[in-house]
């Protein structure tokens, strides 16, 4: 089993910045693709950004330019970097681990997730 706890949510005013960071415990995640989603109520659950093992990365367009995903496999921690934040993009904010290699924005290619962590962007 794989445990993931996102942290670095919180409110930010309209082009603040956060960081958002989700530490994994149980089997390693070093050889697998992580991803960070978002869900805001009533919307499907979006892929924000993913990346592989090996450092190829995804995002969604909406966020290129803006944030940054990465990752530290030593200590087993994915992080996202969110600069410019607007205010449509206040959700939960979820990381997951696919559980092989590869980037994908399928959030059913996902197996394991964290609870999320609540980013409100206020205007």
């Known amino acids: 089993q794989v445990q993931l706890v996102e942290s670095g949510g919180g409110l930010v005013q309209a082009g603040g910045s956060l960081r958002l960071s989700c530490a994994a415990s149980?089997?390693?995640?070093?050889?697998?693709?992580m991803g960070w989603f978002r869900q805001a109520p009533g919307k499907e659950r979006e892929s924000v950004a993913t990346?592989?093992?090996?450092?190829?990365?995804y995002y969604a367009e909406s966020v290129k330019g803006r944030f940054t995903i990465s990752r530290e496999n030593a200590v087993n921690t994915v992080y996202l970097q969110m600069n410019s934040l607007k205010p449509e993009e206040s959700s939960i904010y979820y990381c997951a681990d696919r559980r092989v290699d590869g980037c994908s924005r399928k959030v059913n290619e996902y197996v394991y997730w964290g609870q999320g962590t609540q980013v409100t962007v206020s205007s």
């Open positions: 990346i592989s093992w090996y450092g190829s990365i």
């Open positions: 149980g089997r390693t995640f070093s050889r697998y693709a």
